[in-house]
């Protein structure tokens, strides 16, 4: 886990950087551990960028013939500002990157923040029916549900005991998938196969196979250790919790794959006098799993969780669907968090879930905040109006039939929310004949002069229909411009007025070719 720095930089090199003009640069690695950037000014003041992994701790020797392969240093110039660079970074991400980067993404029903560790087998079937109801693709069944000797009620004891608590489950996963397939829905799985609790049958048989400094107290990150990937062993162990999920249970659909700790206290027993490899063994042996992983499963897809944000390299990405760009779902802060991520990585690659943070932003403004990336829902529909569900289901359909923009269009920034009180993107599809715009009121200043959102993207030539969607039952659109037609040109050059004086509002507008 990276503690929250990404590797990848922004470097604007004339001017500071603006979305639509000037000469940047955005940079990053395809490494999945400790990284490092240097930016050296020569005497004639030329830019030198040194990028790769970083050097503490990690002197590394090589026997004859053996070949070290650095990372990749994957980057883009663009001599028309920070949009062109992300629309770059996202198409060739799509293409060449990310597993199944020119495939759909499953929308999902999580149980985690509806029931955290409390659960039996006929709340998770009661959850199951209101995905069905939903119309969302899966159920996925989060932390919680394994080890019988420690059995997993908090976080910690049990991690490292993969059978599943026969108190809670019963019948076990095969019942649950089972379930899932009746209602017409797909099962996924959560796991954390690279770690520990030391309250665990793992930790008891197998203190050899964690990371710790034999002379130094044990430091827990979250009541957890990391186990020891440079060791072939661990390695096998890891990659046979997927595999014997996967031969037990072929209806598995998909894995979210978490990681909650970094990695402290760093030794490893099985390097022994070798210990300044470890760093880079360890993440060596991450890929080794993840290959055999891919190689026997090549369709499974998977969500680099990483306790929010703690893994975002593409070249994990080789191996995941998505990522969780981090657990603080208030959907203002998902805006900025959003925004962010989107300079390096396409929409298909951010998981992004409805869940009861911000009680003060309607279910309408948490949903709308979600469809901007890979939709997923962590909320228990039951406990929302009629209203919100009808909502709710009509918002799944939309993202649905709206994909070909908004999970495989290009991404237009077009009011920043970190320049002022409200903020709006847009998607528009390869054949720009179907654009979504996205637009939110966060806290409107009192009597603000609102300015009409000039989009971007569209063929000026043509005539484009506006249609506010994702609209509660029983309610109309205020925007003046909805239903009209406008051409290309002005949509680009005049602009339309979508913001409003309201508090967390959200407006989804369909853009349309005639």
């Not at 990276?2 to 639509?20: D, H, I, R, V």
């Not at 959907?331 to 409805?354: C, D, L, N």
């Not at 528009?428 to 200043?445: C, G, M, S, Y």
Request: with cysteine; proline share 5%; hydrophobic share 35%.
């Amino acid at each position: 886990a990276n503690m929250f720095n990404s590797p990848f930089f922004l470097l604007a090199l004339t001017e500071e950087s603006k979305e639509n003009e000037g000469e940047v640069l955005f940079g990053t690695i395809g490494w999945t551990g400790n990284f490092r950037f240097t930016f050296e000014m020569d005497n004639l003041n030329n830019l030198r960028i040194l990028s790769g992994i970083n050097n503490y701790a990690s002197e590394y020797s090589l026997k004859p013939q053996d070949i070290f392969r650095t990372p990749e240093f994957i980057f883009t110039f663009s001599a028309e500002g920070k949009g062109k660079a992300s629309r770059d970074f996202h198409k060739w991400a799509r293409k060449y990157q990310v597993k199944d980067g020119d495939k759909p993404r499953m929308t999902l029903l999580n149980n985690w923040e509806a029931t955290y560790f409390d659960f039996d087998e006929d709340k998770l079937v009661d959850i199951m029916d209101e995905a069905k109801s939903l119309g969302v693709d899966m159920f996925l069944l989060d932390d919680g549900w394994f080890a019988n000797k420690y059995p997993r009620s908090s976080d910690r004891q049990g991690l490292g005991d993969w059978d599943e608590t026969v108190t809670k489950l019963p019948n076990g996963i095969g019942k649950l998938v089972k379930e899932a397939t009746d209602k017409g829905i797909k099962f996924g799985l959560w796991i954390e196969p690279e770690m520990v609790n030391p309250k665990s049958e793992l930790y008891e048989k197998h203190k050899d196979w964690v990371i710790h400094l034999p002379n130094r107290d044990e430091y827990y990150f979250r009541n957890q250790m990391v186990l020891d990937l440079s060791n072939p062993k661990v390695q096998d162990y890891v990659f046979g919790i997927v595999d014997n999920l996967m031969t037990k249970y072929p209806g598995i659909a998909y894995f979210k794959w978490d990681c909650n700790s970094p990695i402290t206290n760093i030794y490893s027993p099985y390097l022994k006098d070798q210990q300044s490899h470890l760093y880079i063994e360890h993440v060596k042996g991450l890929y080794n799993v993840l290959e055999r992983v891919k190689a026997k499963y090549p369709n499974l897809p998977m969500m680099l969780c990483s306790g929010g944000g703690g893994r975002s390299d593409y070249e994990a990405l080789k191996y995941f669907t998505e990522f969780w760009p981090s657990d603080n779902t208030d959907p203002i802060e998902r805006i900025f968090i959003q925004w962010g991520y989107s300079h390096f990585f396409p929409s298909k690659t951010m998981a992004a879930h409805v869940t009861s943070w911000n009680k003060n932003a309607s279910v309408k403004f948490r949903t709308d905040v979600a469809m901007m990336g890979k939709l997923g829902f962590d909320i228990r529909i039951h406990d929302m109006t009629p209203a919100e569900q009808e909502y709710c289901k009509g918002a799944v359909k939309n993202f649905n039939r709206l994909g070909s923009a908004i999970l495989d269009g290009d991404l237009y920034r077009l009011v920043s929310p970190y320049e002022g009180n409200h903020s709006a993107v847009m998607y528009v599809n390869e054949a720009t004949d179907k654009a979504v715009l996205f637009a939110f009121d966060i806290h409107p200043r009192y009597a603000e002069t609102l300015q009409p959102v000039r989009l971007q993207g569209l063929d000026p030539e043509a005539q484009y229909e506006i249609k506010e969607i994702n609209l509660l039952p029983d309610t109309k659109s205020i925007l003046k411009c909805n239903g009209k037609t406008y051409s290309g040109e002005y949509l680009m050059k005049v602009g339309i007025p979508v913001f409003s004086g309201r508090q967390l509002a959200s407006w989804v507008i369909e853009i349309s070719k005639k």
